[in-house]
């Protein structure tokens, strides 16, 4: 049975060929630290994972990297509550709800949010192809130590 991260790879080098790209070794390291994890990790925390692998990779080539990723649809970029930029390797449909104290980014699916109506005034923009939810807050974890330090 093929794993979600070999499943990810095999994309990858679909999208290589496609491309015209080479199916680089940091290419798949890099695609591998976004996608093996539960959080959306900065490009600093995916150096910092691959660098176990490849301890002399630059920040650079992450960078550039994640940007091919995203580019080629891999991976997905959202932005932390303080407007960091995260990186996001879940393909399914989902929507986000980000903690505003820890930065935490937490994927939640929901078949209410996918069905809510757009308003008319979108078609005068463009035509919608997909949606994704952003919901702001304080997550329990938050709330848990905000009720222990008050209490």
Sequence with gaps: METEAE???RDLEHACRRAGARVTH???EV???VVEVNVHPSA???LQRVRRRMPTISFDTIYRTLSFLEE???IQRTYAADGTARFDGNQRPHHHFICT???K???FESEEADQIALPDALAKTGTAITRQLQVSGICRECEVQ???SNG
């Design 26 to 28: 940091q290419r798949r």
């Design 7 to 9: 499943h990810r790879l």
């Design 105 to 107: 980014i937490v994927d």
């Design 31 to 33: 695609l591998r630290a």
């Design 72 to 74: 080629h649809k891999l």
């Design 101 to 103: 104290k820890c930065g």
């Design 44 to 46: 600093q925390l995916v």
């Design 146 to 148: 905000e009720e222990d």
